[in-house]
């Protein structure tokens, strides 16, 4: 099945900076998904990205599916922010995840 | 617009009990999901149903698994004589078709004593 890698696995950042978090998957896919899990353990969807660039709010994501990667760029990381950011592909209909970057946002 | 609701949202329970989870999708969504995430993981796919049809059972389900959506509506999970190795967040989602975003629920933290 596809292989999803995400990196770093672990990010700490001071309230106010940006981050870019990184996913790779083995295999050209038709869709991506990346999603913020919360310390309350919530999956919330962030964005559907087959390809291309797509802002919502202080969060960006970009897609590039010929060379089989997606960033994930958080701009001002505020507290909130804190918590897993996972990216899922489809491998025929279910998705596969990889195993997250945790992101520590300090005030 | 109501998302994805699972209940319970913990259940704490004694080695070989059975447990039942319930999830209740989007409304317009023929297609849901179970997956499974334990401490420091990724969820991991367990299984999936077309309207009724239960379509895909990953190995992760063994026969102490089993899931059901009557009439393609809610789904319920069933975990029979529950071991250790069972404690998890399982969590449950649901998608309008394959190309489709698939949106979760909360999930259900299950504990084994």
């Known amino acids: 099945g596809i292989q999803v890698e995400q990196s770093p696995p672990d990010l700490i950042l001071q309230e106010g900076a940006n981050s870019t978090l990184r996913c790779n998957f083995s295999d050209s896919v038709n869709n991506l998904q990346w999603f913020h899990q919360n310390p309350w353990g919530q999956l919330i969807n962030l964005f559907y990205?087959?390809?291309g660039t797509k802002q919502n709010g202080r969060l960006s994501a970009t897609t590039v599916a010929t060379e089989r990667y997606s960033l994930l760029y958080i701009s001002s990381s505020q507290t909130t922010d804190s918590g897993v950011y996972f990216c899922a592909v489809p491998n025929d209909y279910k998705l596969s995840f990889g195993a997250g970057t945790t992101v520590t946002v300090r005030a | 617009d109501t998302g994805v609701s699972q209940n319970p949202r913990h259940k704490i329970t004694k080695r070989g009990q059975n447990v039942t989870f319930r999830c209740d999708p989007i409304?317009?969504?023929?297609?849901l999901y179970w997956y499974r995430q334990t401490l420091g993981q990724g969820p991991e796919f367990l299984t999936y149903f077309q309207n009724e049809a239960q379509l895909e059972k990953s190995r992760l389900l063994s026969d102490r698994f089993s899931a059901e959506r009557p009439k393609g509506s809610f789904s319920t999970l069933e975990i029979q004589r529950t071991e250790q190795g069972d404690s998890a967040m399982y969590l449950c989602?649901?998608?309008?078709?394959?190309?489709?975003?698939?949106?979760f629920g909360d999930g259900t933290r299950l504990s084994i004593l």
């Open positions: 989602a649901s998608s309008l078709g394959t190309r489709q975003p698939q949106h």
């Open positions: 409304s317009e969504h023929n297609r």
């Open positions: 990205i087959p390809s």
